[in-house]
């Protein structure tokens, strides 16, 4: 195994030091800690019970029994669980666009010798460099007859230059042999990115698409500014509403979804709105690595 591993390893890299790599390990040990204790206070909270949470100054590293009173209470008005709906379809919907939008403009701009290829990409890099700023682009919305729709969620930033980039480099690092031999056996452009390129690029496609999914489950922002709220309000928008300005998402319904214990209707909301979005990264995780680093370096 270590002789395995010694020709692995590159001729300029030594052995690693025992000190250096208990401090690494140590490192990583504190990293995880970081990130996965707030995740299991936050669960934690909004599964005990409300005598123990406000004993505990409003927060539970570890229940004492098992009380899921803080979801049913959550979901009883219906605001949340329509948010909640609003939200899939925004991620789903804006995900699909942005990836077919940006998918196809990469693909474009990664061929040589396309018409207006260079200025129509400095355009798009210009507006990475320039943005539009908030007021032009309410005007733009407006002018649409997008305004308090739900189209617009997901159409103003239906492309984003970054992950244009990183898709455009991915695109451009596919041997240009398979291009001309695609088009010896007769294949046009769409055919050529259908059969050829699209196959080969299931990792950029899949970083790209989560970004992009990301993205638009956490927005609260755009519904603020773009609609009125009410029924095209996302769960991030009532989340914030909740956490920051104290607003009861089932006021109207005449439900009071605090409590004893707002602490645990706040985790309860923060557990909803965090699970079907990390529930994805285990099944893309593999694909990080390769689908970045090859789209982003470009040879």
Do not use: C
């Amino acid at each position: 195994m270590s002789v395995e591993s010694s020709n692995l390893r590159p001729a300029w890299m030594g052995r690693p030091r025992p000190a250096v790599s208990a401090l690494k390990a140590a490192t990583v040990v504190v990293i995880l800690a970081l990130i996965a204790v707030p995740f299991w206070l936050v669960f934690a909270t909004s599964v005990s019970s409300d005598a123990k949470v406000n004993a505990n100054g409003g927060w539970s590293l570890w229940p004492d029994e098992l009380d899921f009173s803080a979801y049913t209470n959550v979901f009883k008005g219906g605001t949340i669980g329509h948010a909640l709906w609003v939200s899939v379809l925004v991620t789903v919907l804006g995900t699909a666009l942005s990836l077919a939008s940006t998918t196809f403009l990469a693909y474009a701009l990664s061929r040589p010798n396309v018409l207006a290829g260079k200025p129509i990409l400095l355009a798009v890099l210009f507006t990475f460099l320039f943005p539009a700023g908030m007021i032009p682009s309410f005007l733009v919305v407006t002018d649409l007859h997008l305004f308090d729709h739900l189209a617009a969620l997901f159409v103003p930033v239906m492309i984003n230059v970054f992950n244009l980039v990183i898709m455009r480099g991915f695109f451009q690092g596919i041997p240009e042999e398979l291009y001309e031999a695609a088009r010896l056996d007769g294949a046009g452009d769409l055919r050529t990115l259908f059969r050829i390129v699209l196959p080969l690029s299931k990792a950029i496609i899949a970083v790209v698409g989560l970004y992009y999914a990301v993205g638009y489950w956490n927005d609260y922002f755009r519904a603020m500014l773009y609609t009125n709220g009410g029924s095209l309000n996302p769960l991030s928008t009532v989340l914030r509403g909740f956490v920051i300005a104290g607003n009861n998402p089932n006021a109207e319904a005449g439900v009071d979804i605090t409590g004893i214990a707002p602490m645990k209707a706040i985790s309860a909301l923060v557990v909803i709105a965090i699970v079907p979005i990390a529930a994805a990264f285990p099944f893309l995780q593999r694909y990080f690595t390769k689908g970045v680093m090859t789209g982003a370096v470009k040879s």
